[in-house]
């Protein structure tokens, strides 16, 4: 497993970590016994940064990791939360008042006194341009409810103005090959500023695991079927907003991009998917979720993966450009 220094946290974590939505709702049932499997294999694995947000089934998955944590004290793991959707997205809601509210109750579901990093959690834009709300989070940091903050955002704009800012520490954005956007100038940016970047997303809903066939199905409860219009959330959430079909053809394109890489035979495609986005300039950690044990011990395989081409490269753009381009970049 690689480790880079996550931004201006001055924390060093894993270039693999774990996104937990799938942990507290959204993606079907996961009992709490398969997602400690989860966490024990991700941490086994080599993976020492957990994302998670005070939304994912209304604070489940922070409690869990809350409950793993605490009975395993001996890790040293850097847990990134979220805040900021459990009221409507009204800029007025986005007070100091709110922001103790919501760190406290994420600090109980933790266990913890202070947060290692809490995110806005893809916030109204105009809030980005609110000067108040950074002096309230400044004010967070000051108290000792949270050690570092950032912002988890949906437009390449949005993470602009954001690492404009001086002491946001990290930036959350999608980013996967059928996603480039953030390689024009936010990931550049990041690195200018020094501020971390967290790649979320990174097989586009399990896109890019190749494993998807245009009659794959998915439960009634699970966000690849009821958000596929964008009626619950931004529809870029789901499968990076791609057309589901299209995004079936394009990956096993990507898939066969990967007789070119010798040196990387024997790694599965969802490996060489992570990797690849894990290996671009900038990037701090990539957050796959797993809802099983062999997907988690699968993703943290990813950091084993040897320097991709920049062949490689070059053919994840094509597909990008041929299949997505002009429906996905002018939009995020």
Known sequence: MDFRTFGRTGRTVSAIGLGTWQLGADWGEVSEADARGVLDAAVDGGVTFFDTA?????????????????????LDITVA???????????????????????DRSRRNLGVDTLDLVQLHCPPTVVLSMDAVFD?????????????????VETADEALAAIARPNVASVQ???????LKPLDAVL????DAGVGIIARVPLASGLLSGKYTVD??????????????GDAFDVGETFSGVDFEMGVAAAQEFAALLAGEPDAAGFATPQIALAWVA??????????????????????????????????????RD???RHFRAAVHPRW
């Open 279 to 316: 290996q671009q300039p900038g990037v701090s950690s990539v957050i796959p979720g797993a809802r099983n044990i062999a997907q988690a011990q699968s993703n943290a395989g990813a950091g084993d993966v040897p320097t991709l081409s920049a062949g490689f490269t070059e053919g994840v």
């Open 319 to 321: 597909i990008y450009d």
């Open 216 to 229: 794959t199905t998915f439960a009634e409860n699970d966000h690849r079927t009821f958000n596929r219009g």
């Open 81 to 103: 939360t979220k805040m900021g959707r459990r009221e409507a997205q009204d800029p007025a809601n986005f007070t100091r008042e709110n922001f103790r509210e919501w760190t």
């Open 136 to 152: 309230d989070l400044d004010a967070l940091v000051a108290a000792g409810a949270v050690a570092s903050y950032g912002v988890s």
């Open 173 to 179: 954005i999608i980013l996967n090959a059928f996603r």
């Open 54 to 74: 005070d939304v994912y089934g209304d604070g489940r998955s922070e409690s869990l990791i809350g409950r793993y944590l605490g009975d395993r004290p001996e």
């Open 188 to 191: 550049p940016a990041a690195l």
